[in-house]
């Protein structure tokens, strides 16, 4: 989106990414969008302890571009992190922030 003086916005691109996106981060060193997502919203709406809801973070590279490259940074079926909601990275350490669970620290 665009923001303009009046504070209007205006599209200005739409990814399609095939997850839930909860968050979004700019990496202010490298421009890069970091999207903290949930690959299955029922189980994050209907928990169960036995199948719990993943966790995956996404970078967004050149978003702006004819082509933007999308990664997949983390990804875990939520044996080890559940409901990833916000991912930051900040000299080479990922930091993934969940709605109800706990955060992970990743270097990388």
Same mark, same amino acid.
């Given at each position: ?7 209007? #916005?205006?599209? =200005?691109?739409?990814?399609? =990414?095939? @997850?839930?996106?909860?968050? &979004?981060?700019?990496?202010?060193? @490298?421009?890069?969008? =970091? ?8 189980? #994050? ?9 993943? *966790? ?9 571009? +004819? ?9 875990? *079926?939520?044996?080890? =992190? ?11 350490? &990922?930091?993934?922030? @969940?709605?109800?669970?706990?955060? &992970?620290?990743? +270097? #990388?």
């Amino acid at each position: 989106m665009k923001i303009h003086d009046n504070w209007d #916005l205006t599209r =200005l691109k739409v990814i399609q =990414l095939d @997850t839930l996106v909860d968050n &979004l981060i700019i990496d202010p060193d @490298t421009g890069d969008i =970091l999207a903290g997502c949930h690959p299955n919203a029922m189980k #994050l709406l209907i928990y169960n302890p036995k199948d719990p809801p993943g *966790s995956e973070v996404l970078r967004i590279q050149d978003v702006l571009s +004819e082509k933007p490259r999308i990664s997949t940074v983390y990804a875990n *079926s939520g044996s080890v =992190l559940q409901g990833s909601s916000v991912a930051v990275v900040h000299n080479r350490i &990922l930091l993934i922030g @969940t709605i109800f669970h706990k955060a &992970l620290y990743c +270097e #990388l």
